[in-house]
Structure formats: C-alpha cells, structure tokens
C-alpha cells in the first residue's frame, strides 16, 4: 500500500521553515529527516509515524489516535508512535505531533 500523498503534503508544508529536509522513501512510505534524522514519516498504512524521545511515549500513547507501531507483526523501539487520522484531524492535534518530532529530531 503506498502512503497518503495528502499526509505527505501536510507534513511537507509543516516542515517549510525547517532547514535541511529530506524525503526518503522507506517504511513503505515517505519519510522526512531533518538534519540528518528521521523526524516523521506518511507510513502506508495512512498513519502519521513520529520519532520522539523514548522517556515521552507512555505520555504520547494516551493521546487521541496514538498506537504503539510495527513493523511486519513486531513492535518497533520505544520512541515511535503512529498517529491515526482521529489524531492528527485537526491543525492543533497535527502540528503538536509534528512538534514532538522536530524537538526530538533537534535534541542533542
């Protein structure tokens, strides 16, 4: 299944004023790494994929359309989580995942 080309562009027009993006197609769909780390991801399920500071997760899970992620039937490490459309519905809910994944792609 290929990613949701919409998901993508909402993720690239969030990322506009960052420097140093790039689109990597992996995951079965289209990542985006900012300064050389994989912040997020349009995965091919439809879901928005973050990478976030692994100490957050159990926090991040009690959010509106958080899931824990796999990848082919496994858990992935801790400091994932998938967001399902219920969760990034709205501009506020989208851009705090986005912000959760740029202060983890910024931290030291």
Request: include cysteine.
């Amino acid at each position: 299944m290929a990613y949701d080309k919409a998901l993508a562009d909402r993720i690239r027009d969030a990322l506009a004023d960052e420097n140093d993006v790039t689109e990597v197609k992996m995951f079965g769909g289209l990542s985006f790494m900012v300064s050389e780390q994989l912040a997020v991801a349009a995965n091919s399920h439809g879901n928005l994929l973050i990478r976030c500071a692994p100490e957050h997760v159990d926090e991040l899970l009690l959010h509106k359309g958080a899931n824990w992620p796999d990848m082919r039937g496994k858990p992935m490490s801790k400091g994932w989580i998938e967001v399902d459309r219920t969760g990034t519905s709205s501009t506020v809910e989208f851009n705090a995942w986005i912000k959760e994944a740029l202060d983890f792609a910024h931290s030291p």
